[in-house]
């Protein structure tokens, strides 16, 4: 399994990644890129910066992701009537 295919597993199964938690997974080392090539093949991946802490004992600011399972909602209905007849637009 490519390291694509498991970090998809991991988000679609509800889980959220940071890149740490990626590398303790054996997800490699780029997560951002790999979340990059799901975005572009249409992924609904989310992100937002989360705080942690270093081993010194400083700050810092990491991406965490996690995969938008909500789901679609159906297109609305047209209506008879309600688009233009014979109009070039």
């Known amino acids: 399994m490519?390291?694509?295919?498991?970090?998809?597993?991991?988000?679609?199964?509800?889980g959220r990644?940071?890149?740490l938690t990626a590398l303790r997974f054996g997800m490699g080392m780029?997560?951002?890129a790999r979340i990059y090539d799901l975005?572009?093949?249409?992924?609904p991946i989310q992100q937002h910066m989360v705080k942690v802490r270093n081993a010194d004992g400083t700050e810092a600011e990491v991406a965490e992701y996690w995969l938008e399972l909500r789901p679609v909602p159906p297109p609305?209905?047209?209506?008879?009537?309600?688009h233009a007849q014979g109009r070039m637009f």
Do not use: D, F, N
Request: no cysteine; hydrophobic share 30%.
């Open 2 to 14: 490519s390291q694509k295919q498991r970090i998809l597993s991991y988000l679609k199964s509800g």
């Open 17 to 19: 990644l940071t890149p």
């Open 30 to 32: 780029r997560l951002g």
């Open 39 to 43: 975005r572009r093949e249409g992924y």
């Open 76 to 82: 609305a209905p047209v209506m008879a009537g309600s």
